[in-house]
């Protein structure tokens, strides 16, 4: 038995299961020998039955791209350069190291006048108080310089692109991939480190005691269908929640998601990817709205299989309107764990064959978080080794939040469903960037 450490959690399973099922290598016969040959992973494709992202068309990325149409970067304007060639015309573009979107750092931001200790004195609530939002000079200048910082480090990533890594140590930090109203886009072996919202908003309206909101996702899928997300790594890197200082009493938010999905948004594969050392980590669908449910309904199509969420807080993910099922995910749970599956406004989930370890003193009844009235399947879980009813365990100790089983719906795009016992083993071996074997 093997033993490893992911950011404090041992993770332990069998090598055997962690070679299962690799795709790097294929081996060919020439006579009696068996030779192994790499796999262009920058040709690959979504497998048929693969999840939501191979419904209909299919999701094939920019596998099709010319020769004149496949780039290797090494900087955010050499990336840049690469999104905008040639249209939406297939095209593969290859990472190779970190890219840093934010390399001169927030100060590079800063609209003249900008300060941010005059900030701080003119929205102090021993001045300002609790009851209106701010305004005047400084939050003017803070707006301007956030409007830099947006336009700086968001990419839009156009149709028939495929975005892989090169290696075990590409990705990217600060930045903010946009999927944005487009069609068939493959993201894979990259390590997103969340962006540093240089300039957060004060709100002393929200909650009683005011909050600090930031902008900013390491990735957005916003109205765009046929998207693949595979054996990639998102985390909070060198600047975790812990490591950000305090004003007013409240966290001073730098970081908002780790990966949303929203604006009618359809078709959406998450597989082997790690999700860790975060707050609010995944959404679908963004609001309870008249105008939002109108776009979203019938909509939000979503799989997650073969994912680990560890470190993390709440939304992994918090779902609306969406079909979304999660199977053979395993869930790592910490001292600030809140829930795993935020159930909301028409959403309808399934959850199934997946892996919980809670610390002591942590119940099953908070892996689901009710928010809406919104019937949800979870059927053959396992927590800490053994098979659990999550929606039972639920109702029995949180009555006020019932919520009601089967979710109306069966998924069948799976090409291959684990014993959510394996599970552990399996994915903490192999998801995340660096781990296509």
């Not at 390399?103 to 609790?130: K, N, T």
């Not at 082997?272 to 449910?293: C, E, P, Q, R």
Request: charged residues 20%.
């Amino acid at each position: 038995m093997n033993t490893q450490i992911w950011h404090g959690h041992a993770i332990r399973g069998a090598r055997a299961a962690a070679l299962i099922g690799c795709t790097a290598l294929v081996l060919t016969v020439i006579g009696t020998t068996a030779q192994a040959q790499p796999r262009d992973l920058a040709r690959q494709t979504l497998a048929a039955g693969d999840g939501w992202a191979s419904d209909g068309t299919g999701t094939t990325g920019g596998s099709a791209a010319d020769a004149a149409h496949v780039h290797t970067v090494t900087t955010w304007d050499g990336f840049e350069a690469a999104l905008a060639d040639g249209g939406s015309a297939p095209k593969i573009i290859k990472v190779k190291g970190t890219i840093d979107a934010n390399a001169e750092g927030c100060d590079s931001f800063a609209a003249p006048g900008y300060d941010f200790a005059q900030y701080l004195a003119d929205y102090d609530p021993a001045v300002w108080g609790y009851d209106k939002v701010v305004s005047g000079e400084q939050e003017d200048l803070r707006a301007a310089s956030a409007a830099h910082q947006d336009v700086a480090i968001k990419a839009y990533v156009p149709a028939n692109t495929t975005i892989v890594g090169i290696g075990e140590q590409a990705g990217f930090k600060g930045a903010s991939l946009q999927i944005k109203d487009v069609d068939n886009v493959i993201v894979r072996n990259l390590a997103f480190e969340s962006p540093l919202d240089c300039f957060p908003q004060w709100d002393p309206t929200d909650g009683d005691t005011g909050n600090w909101n930031s902008e900013y996702d390491s990735a957005v899928v916003y109205g765009a269908t046929h998207i693949w997300l595979d054996h990639n790594t998102f985390t909070d890197g060198d600047h975790p929640d812990s490591t950000l200082p305090t004003y007013y009493g409240r966290i001073y938010e730098q970081h908002d998601g780790e990966l949303d999905i929203v604006k009618g948004a359809d078709y959406v594969t998450a597989s082997w990817n790690v999700f860790a050392d975060h707050d609010k980590t995944i959404l679908i669908g963004n609001s309870d709205s008249a105008s939002t449910a109108a776009v979203d309904r019938g909509h939000l199509k979503v799989t997650f299989h073969h994912n680990l969420f560890t470190g993390l807080v709440e939304r992994a993910p918090r779902v609306r309107f969406g079909q979304v099922d999660s199977y053979n995910n395993h869930f790592v749970a910490d001292s600030t764990y809140s829930y795993s599956f935020g159930i909301g406004m028409e959403s309808q989930l399934v959850a199934e064959h997946n892996a919980f370890t809670l610390t002591d003193g942590t119940s099953a009844a908070k892996v689901l978080k009710k928010w809406k009235e919104a019937p949800v399947t979870a059927d053959d879980n396992y927590v800490n080794g053994t098979e659990t009813d999550l929606i039972a365990v639920h109702n029995a100790e949180i009555p006020a939040e019932t919520l009601q089983p089967g979710a109306g719906w069966t998924p069948t795009l799976r090409t291959h469903v684990d014993s959510p016992k394996a599970v552990p083993g399996i994915v903490d071996h192999r998801a995340g960037a660096g781990k296509i074997c």
